[in-house]
């Protein structure tokens, strides 16, 4: 290639990459530092902020898959809480952790096909779709919750050989139970889907331009109800991450919120999965930081300014530091075919 | 019927939709290699007919054959099959893709599961390189001027193959110079092959490109004919069923006081770029003055300043003598403004209101609108019922919502309110886009009359046309700049066309046109 070629090549490498290899370079420095002056902090902070982002990450794929196809779902919330219950009972009955985790994908997935058929074929208003289904969920698992019930265990830790015993790096990344490596495997799974196979490209043209995807013989309703279950399957996984992996029981309103800051993850991340990821990395970081701040102690603060840490650092992120974020140009917008 | 076999033929298609027979038995050949016209005024049915054959409306009633075989066509996935590209409207591409990536859309090719972007770019190259259509495969769509984008909309249909291509209102969104453009792709299509049906309601370019027209009308085939044998006037009065007035009649202007006074106006667009760079013009009482111009020169934003919709930058606005104290739309509203838009539907009519509230929208807080803080609803509803009936709006009712208008109909509408009013001044801004030739006859009557009834017109066209036909002096606006100043009859549509491409005034005009 001549020079002036890949001088504007590096030129474009830097405007896509820059910002996120600029940003890693300053997180990298700042958790090495960290880590050399308090190593077992660290490493704690470290990975509870891993686990801590998973019901986020998920639940943001879910969000981004639904919305690069146009269909807006504000019914995480519930399709994570109904996994979770359901995932739960399932192990209370059988005893079967990974059946439990099937059962709980299956009801994310059946929730999704319930917001596809009321905004694809009947053409709801999407919000109060997504809404139905998170009134279901609260209404449903709180009318059989069952106080006492308890499980035979949960999800456990599954070190990845030499590589958990890296320092740092391996109680960190290789030391996690199956859901935590799951959510990471699938930010890199729905990266390649959208953006690297046909079904992704029909996607978010379905998400920007239906009537073109339509005229081009693309089935624009098959394509958002795939998208929609898939990804009522992802946040069924985030239910179940919740009720089998981090818990191990199910509480009311276990999921407190966290469908809908899955949401503002997506937005954050730009309805990309990486973006996401990052996001989700940071609320995770948030979170973690909060409970090791009110651990140690040490801060003359009252306790619940540092429970405000994760919300305000959103706001400082998201005010200061991404730009105009856009969405899919059909977002939420039902799809009527001529003739 | 000659012995050779047919691109494409439709026999006897009928199509109703819910009160109407939008196809009536209509017949229709192509030849191979030919361009075919498709005339009518907008719902003669011929977009109707293109979506039959594209698959995307099915026939009550009718065949379709290809090659001289009989198919059927459920679904546009059925036409691409069989070879048929349309190149629609409103294009069909997704505006953040790449070129490369809308081209593939649908008929992805892959490497395993992966999409396979490189053999879409090389596609992309190959097709333009064949063509002599030139685009760049990685270009995001939306950054693309319109011309181009409709290249690629060409290019798509051509990546499936295509041997029959639609083109439906193609030169609709085009400026002079892209149509010429077009035209040559398209004589070059029909070198290769390619057999080319173009709809259309402008009758130049019909005789112009086709090599036989057929005009349809109220759903009907009215007769097909060869562009040697007709003249505009005759295919006028085929495509609306009388005589129509093609040349607007108008006395010579008689021009009164200054009404309308800009000075050095600058404007910013949405990008905060100048968009009107240091303007000034003067229209008076009873003239025309005409903004003739390629689109996207600062016209709109002109409009815009002047209609008190957009911040001014610099520069001054008077109306009527005097500066007006505060430039919102109601207070020029009620100082004898007028203002067709620029976009009917966006900021013109209210679509989801009935007609009747949307001749009112300029005056429902007044009397005999207003009693106190309510409606008066019989006051709405016999305005509304005289002035449909005197502007000729053909509507199931007042009440009906606007949206479900034609678009002659909506600018009906638009008119009939802004007339209704008294006007010291009417602003302009492509009244007669998109509408077909009878609607246009009546509102160049309208403006006309506005103007012999004392009040003074800024219109804006980027239809030499319509500037050459209805205005009394001509501004032709070039990036931002009034180019030149010219009375109507000391100009030629060469001379304006050459100033609208950014030559200087001095070369193209005679010294006594220029006035000083």
Known sequence: MSTPASFANWKLFWKRWGIGLSIAAVVLAVIFYFYARSPRVTEAVLASTLRQSVPLVLGALCGLLGERAAVINIGIEGQMLMAAYVGFMVNVRTGNLLFAVLMGVLTGAVLGALLAFMSVTLKIDQIIGGTVINILAIGLTGYFYQVGLSAQGKLNPIPLGPLAKIPLIGPVLFDNPPITYASIVLVFVVHYVLFHTPWGLRTRAVGEHPRAADTLGINVYLVRYVNVIVGGALAGLAGAYLSLEAVGSFERNMTNGRGFVALAVMIFGKWTPFGAWGAALLFGFATAMQTQLQFAGKLHIPHQFIGMLPYLLTIVVLAGFVGRARPPAADGIPYEKEG | ?516
């Open chain 2, 1 to 516: 019927m000659s012995e050779e076999t047919l691109a494409l033929e439709v026999r006897n298609i009928v199509k109703r939709f819910p009160g109407v027979l939008a196809n009536d038995h209509v017949n229709f050949t192509l030849r191979k290699g030919e361009v075919h016209a498709l005339l009518g005024e907008n719902g003669a049915g011929k977009t109707t007919l293109m979506n039959i054959i594209y698959g995307l409306y099915h026939p009550d009633e009718g065949e379709i054959y290809i090659n001289g075989q009989k198919v059927t066509i459920d679904s546009p996935h059925d036409a691409i099959r069989l070879g048929i590209g349309m190149v629609h409207q409103h294009f069909m591409l997704v505006p953040v893709f790449t070129v490369a990536e809308n081209l593939i859309l649908g008929a992805e090719p892959t490497k395993g599961w992966t999409l396979d972007l490189k053999a879409a770019r090389e596609a992309v190259i190959r097709l333009s390189e064949q063509y002599g259509l030139e685009v760049d495969p990685d270009a995001v769509v939306e950054d693309l001027p319109v011309g181009v984008q409709q290249r690629v909309e060409i290019l798509k249909a051509l990546y499936r193959d295509a041997k029959v291509l639609v083109l439906d209102e193609p030169t609709a969104v085009l400026t002079p110079q892209e149509v010429e453009e077009l035209f040559v792709i398209m004589r070059q299509l029909k070198e290769r092959g390619v057999s080319i049906i173009f709809i259309t309601h402008k009758l130049k370019e019909v005789l112009a490109i086709a090599d036989r027209i057929t005009v349809m009308r109220r759903g009907r085939v009215v007769g097909t004919t060869t562009p040697s044998e007709v003249t505009e006037q005759d295919l006028a009065t085929m495509m609306v069923g009388r005589e129509v007035v093609l040349q607007v009649d108008k006395a010579p202007a008689k021009p009164g006081d200054v009404v309308l006074s800009v000075q050095d106006l600058e404007v910013e667009d949405e990008r905060g770029l100048i968009a009107v760079d240091g303007v000034s013009l003067e229209v008076r009482e009873g003239e025309i003055l005409g903004v003739a111009g390629v689109q996207g020169n600062g016209q709109t934003e002109l409009v815009e300043a002047i209609t008190g919709l957009r911040e001014i930058r610099s520069g001054k606005v008077v109306l009527g003598g005097h500066e007006a104290p505060d430039r919102n739309p109601r207070y020029l509203i009620e100082h004898g403004m007028a203002h067709i838009p620029e976009d009917r539907q966006k900021h013109g009519l209210v679509l989801s209101y009935p007609i009747a509230d949307n001749l009112v929208l300029c005056t429902y807080y007044k009397p005999p609108f207003a009693k106190g803080l309510q409606r008066n609803e019989e006051a709405i509803e016999e305005n509304a019922k005289r002035l449909v009936k005197e502007y000729d709006v053909r509507t199931p009712s007042i009440f009906t919502p606007a949206r479900s208008l034609s678009g002659g109909n909506q600018q009906k509408v638009i008119v009939a309110r802004e007339f209704s009013r008294p006007v010291k001044l009417l602003v302009a801004n492509q009244p007669t886009r998109g509408l077909d030739v009878g609607s246009i006859e009546y509102i160049h009557k309208r403006i006309v009359e506005m103007r012999d009834q004392g009040a003074a017109v800024l219109l804006v066209s980027a239809e030499l046309d319509e500037i050459l036909s209805l205005a009394d002096r001509i501004a032709v606006m070039y990036r931002g700049k009034i180019v030149a100043v010219v009375d109507a009859d000391k100009v030629t549509r060469a001379q304006l066309g050459l100033l609208m491409a950014g030559s200087p005034a001095e070369d193209v005009l005679d010294k006594e046109a220029v006035p000083a």
